[in-house]
């Protein structure tokens, strides 16, 4: 599940629960830096309260982006996305 939670890697284990180590998961080096300046964009957001619901919608989109080319590198996992700032599952399209 790709979360945007302040204190989280970006990626946690929606069964299994706690936020995986983004490196001992084979993915392209493209994916783990982009999941870490959305993830650098959300913190952003979060510490002024996600005030700005543009902003919000924004890093929602990508974060169903980076959900969906994180399904593309792990064949057969089922991955999904989790709006911090809404506290919910989205789901395209948003």
Do not use: C
Request: proline residues 4%; aromatic residues 6%.
């Amino acid at each position: 599940m790709v979360d945007g939670m302040a204190s989280g890697t970006g990626v946690r284990d929606a069964v299994a629960g706690g936020y995986l180590t983004l490196t001992t998961l084979p993915l392209t080096p493209s994916l783990l830096a982009d999941i870490e300046q959305w993830r650098s964009h959300y913190r952003k957001a979060h510490h002024v309260g996600f005030i700005d619901n543009q902003v919000v919608t924004l890093l929602d989109a990508d974060g169903l982006e980076l959900a969906e080319r994180l399904a593309s590198e792990l064949p057969g996992t089922k991955v999904g996305y989790f709006s911090d700032a809404r506290a919910k599952v989205i789901q395209h399209p948003i």
